[in-house]
């Protein structure tokens, strides 16, 4: 029989640590999609994935359009995380990234899931250029 996968996002892969947030701004690399922006660091020894969350409130007074984004935000990188995941474990790589809503409108579920897709491939090519290119 064939179990069916279930997809968490549990405390263990949200990014707290303030020191590593800094370090992911400090250091990160970057990859834009839509109205997406991922930061992130391949050294992370706490575990294989971290994410972090943030929209701008700048864009978004109201807290409840921020929770919204959030919210649209974390269950459509929940739903494709998987992608990323079974690519770092291949590669032996953890990674702490944060995800930066940059959009000045209220996205839908199915633009957001789009805009999270661009991104986790987005990331994968950006991976693939490090390793291929000689140290």
């Known amino acids: ?27 990160g690399r970057s990859v ?3 109205s997406l922006k991922a930061i992130w660091i391949n050294e992370n020894p706490e575990t294989n994935l971290q994410t972090g969350i943030t929209v701008s409130s700048r864009h978004f007074k ?20 998987h992608e990323l995941e079974e690519y770092l474990k291949h590669q032996k790589v953890s990674m702490s990234i ?28 950006k991976l693939d250029e490090k390793n291929q290119t000689p140290a």
Request: no cysteine.
């Open 98 to 125: 944060f995800l930066m809503y940059l959009g000045k409108d209220l996205p839908t579920q199915q633009q957001m899931h789009a805009a999270v897709s661009t991104l986790i491939k987005k990331i994968k090519n």
């Open 62 to 81: 109201k807290a409840t359009d921020r929770n919204r984004i959030k919210r649209l935000i974390r269950e459509s990188f929940r739903l494709q995380k």
């Open 32 to 34: 834009l999609s839509n």
């Open 1 to 27: 029989m064939n179990q069916q996968q279930r997809y968490k996002f549990g405390k263990d892969a949200r990014l707290k640590s303030r020191k590593t947030i800094q370090k992911v701004f400090a250091e």
